[in-house]
């Protein structure tokens, strides 16, 4: 076999390689990565925090109402009981009385709106657990699918390895370092082919002579412009 076709068997090798690792390594750095979860655990703790505060305010709500019926039906039973007897004494009661009928009233209202606060809170919280439940499930089917595409990635990145070195094998010293330079400085191409008498990596023409010599030569034949090694198709 030509040095020429072992330099495009060994480009082609390289390429596919190439394009493996890269995948390989996209795909590795998804492996793990709960980053997208992240919005949804904290939706989930926000709408927690918000129905224990609730939660919090309803028992401190149905505390003071003990506390200001407690202290309505002592202040009634002193009104109506009989043991006040001064008159001016009666009407501070009264009034005493009604004021705290009013902030009961109040207090009650309070209770009765967060009631409705706690019901829209849990509901909340019972969805944004609904929705992390559900994005947790979809994203443990995409790491399962990840994990199967790494192992099989690594496996062809293996075999591509393996089937390299069988054919740089075969490649003299001086031609491969030739090859390893080229195709570090021409991001990755060393080996184009030749398309309506141009190369492929440069675009660049050429000359008949430059034509015969791709399709004759036992030697790798180089772009004059870009250094790449030329064949024929």
């Known amino acids: 076999m030509k040095k020429t076709e072992l330099l495009r068997e060994l ?3 390289d390429s596919a390689l190439d394009r493996a690792r890269e995948s390989l390594e996209e795909k590795a750095a ?3 990565d709960d980053s997208e979860l992240v919005p949804f655990r904290e939706a989930l703790e926000s709408a927690r925090r918000q129905l224990h505060t609730l939660q919090v305010k309803g028992k401190e709500l149905d ?3 003990e506390t200001e ?3 309505r039906k002592a202040e009634e039973k002193k009104l109506y009981g009989g043991s006040v ?5 009666l009407a501070s009661l009264a009034r005493e009385v009604e004021l705290q009928k009013e902030q009961i009233g109040e207090l009650e209202t309070q209770a009765l709106l967060n009631m409705d606060a706690l019901e829209g809170a849990s509901a909340a919280q019972q969805g944004a657990q609904r929705s992390l439940a559900e994005k947790e499930q979809a994203w443990k089917a995409e790491q399962a699918t990840l994990e199967a595409e ?3 990635l690594n496996a062809e990145v293996e075999r591509l390895a393996a089937a390299r070195n069988r054919v740089a094998g075969q490649i003299d010293p001086a031609t491969l370092r030739n090859y390893d330079m080229i195709r570090r400085t021409r991001g990755g191409l060393a080996v184009v082919p030749i398309e309506q008498r141009a190369c492929k990596g440069c675009r660049i023409s050429l000359s008949s002579s430059e034509v015969q010599r791709a399709r004759t030569s036992p030697e790798p034949i180089s772009c004059q412009s ?3 090694i030329l064949y024929l198709p």
């Open 69 to 71: 019926t407690v202290k």
């Open 85 to 89: 007897k001064s008159p001016k004494e």
């Open 63 to 65: 505390h003071q109402l």
């Open 226 to 228: 870009c250094g790449r």
């Open 150 to 152: 790494c192992a099989s």
């Open 30 to 32: 998804r492996c793990g």
């Open 11 to 13: 480009q082609d090798l």
